[in-house]
């Protein structure tokens, strides 16, 4: 071996060696034994951020990797780490709305539950979803405290609240969403999905009558090509899918 070829390879065990290190250091200081460990998430989970961008900008296919529940760096950001690593990793390019397999949680979810303000502006302001429902059809809205969903709902427009209350199922709120602006009620999200399509495939005979009497076009398709008839179908809202069906042979 030549002194620089020596030289390299001590830089290389070296540097497997301090993340080897630093890992088992963040480990103890968890108690974590006997889980899986993702040191990405890891770090992200208790705000080391400095290993954080090292593991990132080493490998930035990290940013948006999955542990054994599908949540990401950011899931765990959201949760316990502050707005400067969750503006990281979203420069980095992660998926403000990816959903983890255990609570159907997105990151906004985990941002709201602990109630920090700044870091659901930041992912909302970078395209969080706010009517994403996990298990339930619990939107972020529903999993904060007061502050932080008033806080929550400043942030979006009427029509993006009439969709997230009409899957949640809050008939109160839908009607005085379309009380203060029934311009809305056909308005649709980036998937061309309606207050109707939402209400309909969750179940909500209330919210959908209330729609339908405001003027609610049961014919509008999604993206997909979807009306909330076949929304209510995919979903065996088979009560749903007669009344608008019914509605359409008038």
Not at 181 to 189: F, K, R, T, V
Request: with cysteine; hydrophobic share 40%.
């Amino acid at each position: 071996m030549t002194p620089s070829t020596v030289k390299t390879a001590h830089k290389i065990r070296w540097g497997k060696l301090k993340t080897a290190v630093l890992v088992l250091f963040l480990l103890g200081s968890i108690g974590a034994a006997s889980w899986i460990v993702y040191p990405t998430h890891l770090a992200a989970r208790i705000g080391h951020f400095g290993l954080l961008k090292w593991l990132i900008e080493n490998d930035p296919e990290r940013v948006n990797a999955e542990d054994y529940d599908y949540a990401t760096p950011l899931h765990m950001a959201a949760l316990h780490g502050g707005p400067e690593i969750v503006a990281f990793l979203i420069e980095k390019g992660a998926d403000v709305n990816a959903v983890e397999a255990d609570t159907l949680c997105t990151p906004l979810h985990f941002a709201s539950k602990s109630g920090n303000e700044e870091v659901v502006r930041l992912l909302i302001s970078n395209g969080a979803r706010t009517n994403i429902g996990r298990g339930g059809g619990w939107t972020p809205v529903h999993d904060t405290k007061t502050p932080v969903r008033e806080f929550i709902e400043t942030l979006c427009t009427n029509d993006q609240q009439l969709r997230e209350a009409a899957q949640s199922g809050e008939a109160d709120r839908v009607k005085d969403l379309l009380k203060t602006d029934p311009g809305i009620i056909n308005a649709s999200d980036e998937s061309g999905s309606t207050a109707l399509h939402y209400a309909s495939e969750h179940g909500h005979l209330d919210v959908v009558e209330i729609l339908l009497e405001h003027g609610a076009d049961p014919a509008l398709a999604d993206i997909r090509s979807r009306t909330p008839t076949e929304r209510a179908s995919i979903r065996h809202k088979w009560q749903i899918r007669k009344m608008l069906r019914d509605l359409g042979k008038q």
